[in-house]
């Protein structure tokens, strides 16, 4: 995969010196604004913020207001990842406002979702809320069945943050039902993971093994060891738990 990245850096310098050869600087713009993405998800987020920071700056003169407004919203996600919250909401904002001008109601609700994402990490649970059912709603008006069951997952994280797990429940519930309805594998073991989570908290440790056996099993399945190796933690505390109140009952 990462060879793959590199070909296609290569590919993408190459046609952008050629663009600016013969002065098209709308195909420059792509070149950049494609290569800063490849940084993107190589992790090499200065990198890509010199790429997009150029490429907007060409869309923006030459009055490309889509790709000016996707350089902005992959910027609020680059400052989201290095925890610059404040710049990323602003950020964010902007290419959501942009966005909407041209109708991309997709682009605009990912800006949505991504502020949700930055209000959860700040613990302002209202705030992200309020900006999860938003998008959740705009995403079923469009079709992006995955991107409105990522909002209810979220929204179940907040309800067991703010003790609300029969709330939290019904949140993973439907999250986990869409996400298995589209093969994402991945979702419907994070889903099962946060019932398992849910079903502790309530003090139904049966229940809770249960689940959390399946999501151990399927994060194995998909090789995810980080999110094994949470289950398992969980699956530990849970068997001291049930060992403990098998004593209890014993006296």
Do not use: W
């Not at 925890?83 to 682009?107: F, I, N, P, T, Y």
Request: include cysteine; aromatic fraction near 6%.
């Amino acid at each position: 995969m990462l060879s793959q990245h590199e070909n296609a850096k290569v590919m993408l310098e190459q046609a952008k010196q050629q663009f600016e050869g013969v002065g098209y600087r709308l195909g420059a713009a792509d070149c950049l604004q494609s290569l800063g993405d490849i940084y993107k998800m190589l992790a090499q987020y200065e990198d890509a913020k010199v790429m997009l920071q150029q490429a907007k700056e060409i869309f923006e003169g030459v009055g490309h207001i889509l790709g000016f407004a996707q350089c902005l919203q992959s910027l609020g996600d680059i400052c989201m990842m290095l925890s610059q919250h404040e710049d990323a909401k602003m950020v964010l904002q902007q290419a959501k406002e942009q966005l909407e001008k041209v109708g991309s109601m997709l682009g605009a609700t990912q800006c949505l979702q991504s502020l949700g994402n930055i209000c959860q990490t700040l613990n302002e649970y209202e705030d992200a809320k309020v900006l999860y059912q938003q998008a959740k709603e705009q995403f079923e008006c469009i079709g992006a069945r995955q991107n409105a069951a990522q909002c209810l997952q979220s929204l179940g994280d907040i309800y067991l943050e703010l003790s609300q797990p029969e709330d939290a429940k019904v949140m993973f519930q439907q999250a986990q039902e869409r996400f298995e309805g589209i093969g994402d594998r991945l979702g419907t073991d994070q889903c099962l993971f946060g019932l398992a989570i849910v079903f502790h908290s309530q003090g139904y440790l049966n229940q809770a093994k249960a689940e959390g056996e399946k999501a151990k099993d399927h994060f194995e399945a998909i090789q995810m060891p980080q999110q094994v190796a949470d289950c398992v933690v969980m699956l530990q505390q849970l068997n001291e738990a049930l060992a403990v109140a098998v004593e209890t009952q014993a006296e």
